[in-house]
């Protein structure tokens, strides 16, 4: 299992993620451009979807331990391309002074209750890394620029969204399976399904299914961004079906 980044180190990637968000949006040739990935949304949606909840985030870090997530009075998103620009800017440092001063250890509500991620701000950053990386992916796609989420980014994303995302004690429903995930980058991931639930490991023996490809597609794919033709799949990929049509 790779080694989850420093919190430093996640602060400087949302800061990193954030700025080639809002380049995207500075030079799209049109903020009322569809998103591919997001269909339902233009550009300029996409832009106050991401100025938005790192706002919210800000607010839900600041309040420590609590029952719901923070509803705060967002600033409204202009209209202006060069103050949308500058108010993304001001929702990615109010996010970031909101997790320098909460550090990494604190309690905070999040949006995953049976994981094994924890329910720090630590574990927040590392969330908003990959939630703004995903969108940048969107965003330059939609300008026509698509790029691969960076190694640093798409490694952590693997681990994370696997801890997050899969890792569960409800039990599941078929037949116990290992499924092992490896990147070309020299690391790879098991998870063991069966009626304990589901852990990300260290399994031994055999994996059922193994699947192949760079971290980044990875990620991607997690998220809905790529289709299983971007993998190698080797084994029962019953089980991979499986795992995307089952709700714990």
């Not at 950053?125 to 330059?140: N, S």
């Not at 033709?229 to 019953?238: M, Y």
Request: net charge negative; charged share 20%.
């Amino acid at each position: 299992m790779h080694n989850a980044l420093e919190f430093l180190d996640l602060l400087r990637l949302i800061d990193e993620r954030s700025a080639a968000f809002r380049k995207a949006i500075a030079n799209a040739p049109s903020l009322d451009a569809q998103v591919p990935t997001c269909p339902a949304w233009t550009l300029r949606d996409l832009a106050h979807h991401i100025g938005t909840g790192r706002y919210v985030w800000a607010a839900t870090v600041a309040a420590g331990p609590a029952t719901a997530k923070a509803t705060p009075d967002v600033p409204a998103a202009p209209v202006d391309r060069d103050a949308l620009v500058a108010w993304l800017a001001d929702a990615a440092e109010q996010l970031l002074a909101a997790l320098r001063e909460a550090g990494p250890d604190r309690e905070c509500w999040v949006g995953w209750t049976d994981s094994q991620s924890p329910r720090t701000t630590g574990a927040v950053a590392r969330h908003q890394v990959q939630e703004i990386a995903v969108h940048t992916y969107d965003a330059q796609l939609t300008v026509g620029d698509p790029q691969p989420l960076p190694d640093e980014v798409a490694l952590d994303g693997v681990d994370e969204f696997l801890v997050t995302c899969v890792a569960t004690t409800s039990a599941w429903p078929h037949e116990p399976a290992t499924l092992h995930y490896r990147v070309p980058e020299g690391r790879s991931w098991s998870i063991r399904f069966d009626a304990d639930g589901a852990r990300i490991g260290v399994v031994d023996g055999e994996a059922d299914v193994s699947a192949t490809a760079t971290a980044s597609d990875f990620v991607l794919w997690f998220y809905g961004r790529l289709v299983p033709d971007s993998l190698k799949l080797d084994g029962d990929v019953r089980v991979i079906d499986q795992l995307i049509a089952w709700e714990p």
